[in-house]
């Protein structure tokens, strides 16, 4: 149990378009999930923090009209890059709880390149 | 705010070898600390976790340490195999969200 799931693995797009990612919970229900950025070789940085229904909480230094988040039911959030740049560059992972839960499961992650 | 530190950044050891990731945590009030475990190119996978009213947790070949005076827990991977090589992150959390560690990269020689 407790899986999460990411679509797409991969995407590459071009400077000044907008990539949606998707991040489900497959079989539970996820009343907060987090979005978390990852560079080569370095640890996981949270963006934001979303519960079902409200609108996210980002953490300092994060654009959130560049970085929109929506979690509108209990087992979907999208992360929307938008106006991406070479430097939006990198890996996407978003992570699931559920509500009374301490337990935290991550998704596969979206690796995002930026040409 | 929660500040946790991991070491060491890289650990190699033989095959059948013990391995010992330490993290430290700042926050008192922090009370949830798992451990997770990222493969190449691929989302951390919890492995274990420990509350802070335990001290100790195992699961098979891998166990949690709690010291919640001294604010350091520890990973214990016993009899390591060549596919427990990967990147290791311990985290502490306390209301809201996980704090994570720089990370260990560990490597199992066959």
């Known amino acids: 149990g407790a899986v999460v799931s990411q679509h797409p693995s991969w995407v590459i797009c071009k400077s000044g378009t907008s990539v949606k990612i998707e991040c489900r919970s497959l079989d539970f229900q996820a009343t907060t999930m987090f979005w978390y950025r990852q560079f080569p070789k370095q640890s996981l940085m949270l963006m934001a923090t979303s519960n079902e229904g409200s609108k996210a909480t980002y953490e300092q230094g994060v654009e959130k009209d560049k970085f929109l988040i929506n979690h509108a039911s209990l087992t979907l959030s999208t992360l929307t890059v938008t106006s991406a740049h070479p430097e939006d560059s990198s890996f996407y992972i978003c992570?699931?709880?559920?509500?009374?839960?301490?337990?935290?499961?991550f998704g596969p992650g979206t690796r995002l390149t930026v040409t | 705010g929660e500040n946790v530190e991991q070491h060491p950044s890289t650990l190699s050891v033989q095959e059948g070898d013990s391995a010992v990731i330490k993290c430290t945590y700042s926050?008192?009030?922090?009370?949830?600390f798992p451990w997770y475990k990222q493969e190449l190119g691929k989302g951390p996978q919890l492995i274990i976790d420990?509350?802070?009213?335990?001290g100790e947790k195992k699961d098979q070949r891998i166990a949690v340490t709690l010291n919640k005076t001294a604010k350091h827990f520890s990973l214990h991977i016993t009899e390591t195999q060549p596919e427990d090589s990967a990147v290791y992150f311990c985290a502490a959390r306390d209301t809201g969200k996980l704090i994570f560690g720089q990370g260990t990269t560990l490597q199992v020689k066959p």
């Open positions: 926050d008192s009030a922090s009370n949830y």
């Open positions: 420990i509350r802070s009213n335990v």
């Open positions: 992570s699931a709880r559920e509500w009374g839960g301490a337990e935290q499961y």
